[in-house]
């Protein structure tokens, strides 16, 4: 490929131009469409998803002029935020992160505080007057970097930006984000973007924090702020499951500007998609910022009562309603079930992806693929759960952690599966249950001893159900047939599904 060809592969996400997810991966996209809006979003800039197969198709290198428009759109995020890359004072420090057109909840690598080292270290430490963040920001970084790229970080910044933005490029094939396409049939995707942003710090003081929220229930639908918040962390905290966060509404408690704020935010970004939206946020020295915004993974009975509720509140049309519900998510609400009696639970965490799970308590993944490849049910209990889990997710009745909230990977993997989740549990949950039959209800957060019968849920079935009955009534106007019942529902969007499907 020429030099003039590969110009314009790096793309500032400054909002003055419209770019597309095919063109920037939506992550790229979404934060190109908030500055847009006017929203406090660090500045940022992408490599176009276009360079991964160039990446690939060329042993694994990035083409000299790319990193030429990299060096240059960083001069850029240097001026905007008044720091210097490796600089001797105020360096910058910033953040690497995937994103393809489809977005893929991590499954692929992301490295956080890049560009610090020793000795910047004890720059940003005399310069805050602040030597345990700057060494916790410090081993973060060495930790993340160390692990994702393979090698120690070099001292010189450009050359561990330069290797991280390669690392990224080569997640795009790790045995994750492949699983997880093949489990979704995503087969017509490039590959990833990567996104340079400037960092800011969620573990910097009293004042700082990190949190994931959604415009509205992602288990249950309902139209109210939900989501989860730690303060003097990091994002990847709490997506990671590696520690359990509290409840947003702590966040109005300790910040309650910022929970307006947050919430206002939430309704504009919820208002231009004109869907539910998932937001990855951070808070330093009680400054908040958006680092990320989509549309969120929902179960499926959330995905009925948002549709409905849209259409109730003229958002969305009846037709778009019912193109946003699945074939998949209709089965699933119609099969719903709940415990038929409660004994004495063996353990309880936060009900993360509501349904019921059978199977043995299996802790270690080997095991548990072993397992599952012989037929036997596995349930998946972890101390948290990471990318590096899902393809075992994927063969699982259930997965239980110790650690972690409503909001982490594992919880909207489970969630957009349908896979019974609950997070949370505590300590020794995972000694305790190992090797034992056991019953996991996603909805109650409690997992019971042995097999537990299951009865069906009464309100999915009733015409009383004010959701189903919406659906129905509008699938059948537009089927221009009697409202049906779930069942047939459930082959009118078959139907919807195929006729919208390219001929092939």
């Known amino acids: 490929m020429t030099l003039e060809k590969l110009a314009g592969m790096v793309l500032a996400l400054d909002g003055r131009r419209e770019l597309t997810a095919e063109l920037v991966g939506s992550k790229a996209h979404n934060l190109n469409r908030m500055s847009a809006l006017g929203m406090p979003v660090p500045p940022a800039f992408t490599i176009r998803v276009a360079v991964c197969p160039m990446y690939h198709g060329h042993g694994q290198t990035l083409p000299k002029s790319v ?9 850029n995020l240097e001026r905007s935020v008044g720091r210097a890359f490796g600089g001797q004072h ?4 910033v953040s690497v992160r995937s994103g393809a057109a ?7 690598d992301t490295v956080l505080n890049l560009g610090i080292t020793e ?15 700057a060494s916790n920001t410090w081993e973060r970084f060495h930790r993340s970097y160390t692990a994702i790229v393979g090698t120690f970080p070099p001292p010189d910044p450009r050359e561990q930006l330069r290797a991280a933005i390669g690392a990224v490029f080569k997640s795009w094939f790790s045995e994750r984000a492949v699983a997880y396409r093949e489990r979704h049939g995503i087969n017509d995707l490039l590959g990833t973007a990567v996104t340079v942003q400037a960092m800011v710090f969620g573990n910097r003081d009293d004042r700082s924090g990190t949190g994931v929220v959604f415009s509205r229930d992602p288990v249950l639908g309902k139209p109210e702020l939900f989501g989860e918040w730690l303060s003097r962390a990091q994002g990847e905290d709490v997506v990671s499951g590696e520690r359990t966060p509290l409840p947003v509404a702590a966040l109005a408690e300790e910040q309650p500007e910022n929970y307006r704020l947050l919430t206002q935010l939430a309704a504009r970004l919820e208002a231009d998609a004109q869907d539910m939206v998932d937001i990855e946020f951070t808070i330093e020295s009680g400054r908040l910022y958006l680092l990320q915004a ?20 003229g958002l969305i049309s009846e037709s778009t309603a019912l ?17 038929a009696h409660e004994p004495v639970a063996l353990s309880r965490g936060i009900g993360a992806a509501p349904g019921i799970g059978v199977g043995v308590a299996v802790t270690d993944l080997g095991e548990a693929n072993r397992l599952a490849d012989q037929g ?6 972890r101390p948290s759960t990471s990318p590096d889990d899902v393809p075992t997710m994927f063969a699982a009745t259930a997965v239980v952690t110790e650690q972690g909230g409503s909001t982490s990977h594992a919880a909207l993997v489970c969630r957009e599966l349908g896979l019974p989740c609950v997070v949370g549990c505590g300590k020794g949950t995972a000694d305790k249950l190992a090797g034992l ?4 209800d996603g909805s109650t957060g409690r997992i019971y001893p042995g097999v537990i019968p299951p009865a069906v849920t009464p309100g999915a079935q009733s015409a009383k159900d004010r959701v189903i009955e919406s659906l129905t009534t509008w699938a059948a106007r537009q089927d221009a047939g009697e409202t049906p019942d779930l069942g047939s529902l459930t082959e009118l969007l078959a139907t919807r599904e195929r006729l919208r499907s390219p001929q092939k």
């Open 67 to 75: 990193w030429e428009e990299v060096l240059s759109h960083l001069s």
């Open 90 to 93: 105020s360096p910058l420090l």
């Open 102 to 108: 489809h977005s893929m909840p991590g499954m692929m």
């Open 119 to 133: 000795r910047l270290r004890d720059v940003l430490a005399v310069e805050t007057g602040d030597a345990c963040w």
């Open 294 to 313: 989509r549309v969120g993974k929902r179960s499926a009975r959330a995905a009925a009562r948002i549709a409905v509720d849209m259409v109730t509140e």
């Open 323 to 339: 193109d946003r519900i699945t074939v998949d998510q209709a089965r699933r609400i119609a099969q719903e079930t709940v415990i």
């Open 376 to 381: 036997v049910s596995v349930v998946l209990i």
């Open 437 to 440: 039959m056991v019953t996991v």
